[in-house]
């Protein structure tokens, strides 16, 4: 499964191809199908932190699995834990629910090493509020970086947007093969801006595009999708 996160390296930093979008934490299967199903929608995210309001159980993802196949889409299925046990993180890919882990707590570079090394796509998550916080993300054995607004104690997002202008010094973390994934606060109306001035490989989208927690409103996720392909 290791190569289902590929579609994030078609999309170089800092070039002007479109970002790879995201749609993340849901509590209603029928809903999560109709995401999945919009042209344009890439990747879903699964929130397994029990304290999210937009948490669901590993029984619930299954069974969610069970009764559908939303992988038929083309979409790849991003689970985002908080301080989870990586033996529950290895169970959930290797059942088939989750194809990438996304991590959100104060997990340690061992930590995602110990994952990739099992063939387990992982995406490490940052707060950021300055663009020093930039140099720890060397430290994560991984190519793939999530950057969200800096907000203590909070896990998983807040819906406030990252100070992009932070991100102008995203190519001295090194390897241009690393790629960002831009959340926090992103919706309709500022995905297109957010995509042009910093250039992700992804827009990772929750808050933005719901109805109420963890209920996407459809028409509002294919706006989003819609805007960063007009001319």
Request: charged share 20%; glycine share 10%; aromatic share 6%.
């Amino acid at each position: 499964m290791a190569a289902s996160i590929a579609l994030l390296d078609h999309t170089p930093v800092g070039n002007s191809n479109l970002p790879a979008v995201k749609i993340c934490g849901f509590i209603d299967s029928k809903n999560l199908r109709s995401v999945a199903a919009i042209d344009g929608v890439n990747a879903v995210g699964l929130n397994f932190y029990p304290k999210s309001k937009r948490a669901i159980t590993r029984e619930i993802a299954q069974a969610w699995q069970d009764e559908q196949n939303i992988r038929e889409f083309g979409v790849i299925v991003v689970g985002v834990f908080v301080n989870a046990g990586l033996d529950e993180i290895r169970r959930l890919h290797g059942e088939g629910i989750i194809d990438v882990a996304q991590l959100h707590g104060t997990e340690l570079p061992s930590d995602v090493a110990d994952l990739v090394d099992r063939g387990i796509p992982v995406i490490k998550a940052h707060g950021l509020k300055s663009s020093a916080d930039l140099n720890r993300i060397p430290l994560f054995p991984t190519n793939y970086h999530l950057i969200d607004a800096f907000a203590p104690g909070v896990w998983g997002g807040t819906g406030e947007t990252v100070d992009w202008s932070l991100l102008a010094h995203w190519a001295e973390t090194g390897s241009a093969s690393r790629r960002l994934v831009l959340s926090g606060g992103i919706n309709p109306e500022n995905a297109r801006e957010a995509a042009a001035r910093v250039k992700p490989s992804m827009l990772d989208v929750a808050s933005g595009v719901e109805a109420s927690p963890g209920i996407k409103d459809v028409e509002s996720v294919k706006t989003l999708v819609k805007s960063l392909i007009s001319n």
